[in-house]
């Protein structure tokens, strides 16, 4: 390999498989690009973020005891007051206060929590190893879209995918689809069985009957396992999630030490065998949904679907059939180990193509931004409005299937618009009295094209060059 050569696949490791290069980071790795990435891939997982600590089951419980007061305090403002004496409910105590209360809970936890993954993003040494993470985040998606998830969406991240990125796929999956914030998020913690023990007592009682819910038994089937055309049917996603009853988070009535973690109620579970995609599993308890799940995560149709997405995620919104076919064997032989699919990618010739075709999502785009600047956000406040006005508002995807990956998505006017009005006002504070054409050769490596670096050299002041940088199409794509 010239050495030309060589500075290309270090430009192409740092920006196409990572998150952008920081200053002088290009040239660290130009000595092994490939065997840079290798090392990025550890059996322990990914890093965790530096965030206040707090695991799901805590915010659980806050939130639990949060929705108690609030409860207490409508009895309290319902209750009739003594003759003589004003109906008016007194002003809420601050900590009592549901809105003041969910806003604290928004604001100092789930933004802590994204601040602290976009500040390791923007600082880590290993891109690479973040980047996987990122996609795994996106394959299992869990969205902010209520206040329950927003709180635990963070801790979702953090215990139940980092630490299996590179582990078995089948790992990664059960710790995934019954993490408490999963199950919250497609409603599978109230689904009970229709011939269960729970479902005969709600009746006896003329109760509301809780009823069977196939959300999740759904998603996983369509988004995280086989895919939509992996051959299964309606019947298979209603006896899954007939499986899956009984599958639940801890609350009130549990012991305290199951609060707000994942549980199993068997009187929830609707009894008897469960046939799924041709399989006959027997009657049980929570074993059956694992049963299931760890042979959907095993089937041929999960390597072809999941190492697609792979494939499209790093390198092409149509990626080469060529490269989809090494994951996959990588996928099959490995049974579905990500270390050994991760090295694969790493490997093949087609993740190295010198064209840059996928174009930077906005989260990739601020990120890569604040990479090349060779700094970091210091507040939640500094990437959350500019994101959200970018369309990707911070854990907050709009659907189970997680953020869109594909150029059309993110490319029309008025986004390049918003983006360049953010390179603007990011380049106008980040360049100080720093020279951006330097900045851009940092950034980009043997990907600068001639056309670029005369565009940096010209511009009339430092921060509209490293503008004009950030705005270029080689930074754009990767």
């Known amino acids: ?38 090392a990025q891939i550890r059996r322990e997982g990914a890093d965790q973020p530096q965030t206040n600590g707090e695991t799901t089951r805590e915010r659980l419980i806050a939130v639990r005891d949060y929705q108690q007061d609030r409860r207490a305090m409508r009895q309290d403002a319902q209750a009739q007051p003594p003759a003589g004496q004003s109906a008016a409910a007194p002003p809420a105590a601050p900590d009592r206060d549901p809105v003041k209360f969910a806003q604290r ?57 980092r630490p299996h990125v590179f582990g078995r796929f089948a790992d990664l999956a059960q710790a995934a689809e019954t993490h408490p914030a999963m199950l919250l998020y497609l409603d ?56 899956m009853t009984g ?45 299931i799940l760890a042979d959907l995560a095993a089937k041929p149709a999960t390597a072809r679907f999941v190492c697609t997405k792979i494939a499209r995620h790093f390198v092409a919104d149509n990626p080469p059939p060529a490269l989809v076919a090494r994951l996959e064997k ?8 990500l270390s050994r699919v991760a090295e694969a990618l790493v490997a093949a010739p087609e993740a190295w193509a010198p064209q840059p075709a996928k174009f930077k999502t906005p989260y990739d785009f601020v990120v890569s931004s604040y990479r090349a600047a060779g700094g970091q956000p210091k507040a939640i406040g500094q990437v959350a409005p500019v994101l959200t006005a970018l369309g990707q508002k911070p854990f907050s995807a709009p659907s189970p299937k997680g953020w869109a990956e594909d150029a059309d998505s993110w490319a029309a006017p008025d986004a390049i618009v918003k983006r360049m009005q953010f390179a603007q006002g990011f380049a106008a504070a980040a360049v100080q009295d720093r ?30 060059g490293f503008a004009l940088a950030l705005m270029s199409p080689e930074f754009q794509r990767r």
């Open 1 to 38: 390999m010239t050495t030309a050569d060589r500075d290309l696949q270090a430009a192409i490791a740092a920006t196409r498989f990572g998150l952008g290069a920081r200053p002088g980071e290009i040239a660290q790795l130009a000595h092994d690009p490939q065997g840079w990435l290798r």
């Open 105 to 161: 809970l928004l604001r100092e936890d789930t933004g802590t929590d994204f601040l602290a993954r976009v500040q390791l993003g923007a600082t880590t040494d290993a891109g690479f190893r973040e980047r996987w993470t990122l996609f795994w985040a996106n394959h299992f998606t869990v969205s902010a879209n209520k206040l329950i998830t927003a709180t635990v969406v963070g801790p979702f991240e953090n215990e139940a995918l």
């Open 188 to 243: 599978q913690a109230q689904s009970i069985g229709p011939n269960s023990r729970a479902a005969t007592l709600l009746k006896a009682g003329a109760r509301r009957q809780g009823g069977l819910n196939e959300n999740l038994a759904r998603e996983i089937m369509e988004l995280h396992t086989v895919g939509v055309d992996g051959g299964y049917t309606q019947a298979d996603v209603t006896e899954f999630a007939r499986a």
């Open 247 to 291: 599958v639940s988070i801890g609350g009130p009535r549990d012991p305290d030490s199951a609060a707000g973690a994942s549980v199993f109620r068997m009187a929830a579970h609707e009894p008897g065998e469960r046939t799924v995609m041709g399989v006959r599993y027997p009657a049980g308890g929570r074993e059956q949904a694992e049963a």
């Open 330 to 337: 990588a996928w099959t032989a490995s049974r579905g180990d």
């Open 435 to 464: 020279d951006p054409k330097i900045l851009a050769a940092d950034a980009l490596g043997a990907r600068l094209t001639p056309a670029t670096a005369l565009a940096v050299a010209r511009a009339e002041s430092r921060p509209e």
